[in-house]
């Protein structure tokens, strides 16, 4: 069972790193080589990207848009919830259960696909034995 809030904020940090077309400063062939900036959390692969990209346009299609952007908000634009619900003018628990509700939707299109990451190593929860 993976992860999925870790999942999407590797993903958060691709799609961040990944949108829009720029000059790259860099000459072709180096990118990568020097350092780029600093983030909690690493970003997914390229590949992995896309899969989940593919989840999240699917909750796009099927549910409500709303979701998609509490995704992005707290995910790809570093927005806590607490900062969600005031800029929307509702509960933090609102925002919460929204946002469990866009998770579990993106998780379960990924395990109705099953779709392998090459996340899934560092994103699995551990499971503890509970010892009797």
Not at 11 to 35: H, T
Not at 65 to 88: D, N, Q, W
Not at 113 to 122: H, N, Q
């Amino acid at each position: 069972m993976r992860d999925i809030q870790l999942v999407l904020a590797r993903y958060g940090v691709w799609a961040r790193d990944n949108s829009g077309v720029s000059w790259s400063p860099i000459a072709a062939g180096f990118k990568g080589l020097l350092p780029t900036e600093s983030s909690k959390v690493e970003s997914c692969c390229d590949d992995d990207g896309l899969i989940v990209d593919a989840a999240v346009g699917r909750l796009a299609a099927v549910r409500k848009p709303e979701e998609v952007t509490l995704i992005m908000l707290h995910y790809r634009f570093g927005l806590s919830k607490r900062e969600i619900a005031r800029m929307r003018k509702v509960s933090e628990g609102l925002i919460r259960q929204q946002l469990q509700v866009a998770e579990g939707f993106v998780d379960g299109c990924l395990a109705m696909t099953g779709a392998v990451l090459e996340m899934d190593a560092y994103t699995q929860k551990i499971r503890v034995a509970k010892v009797a």
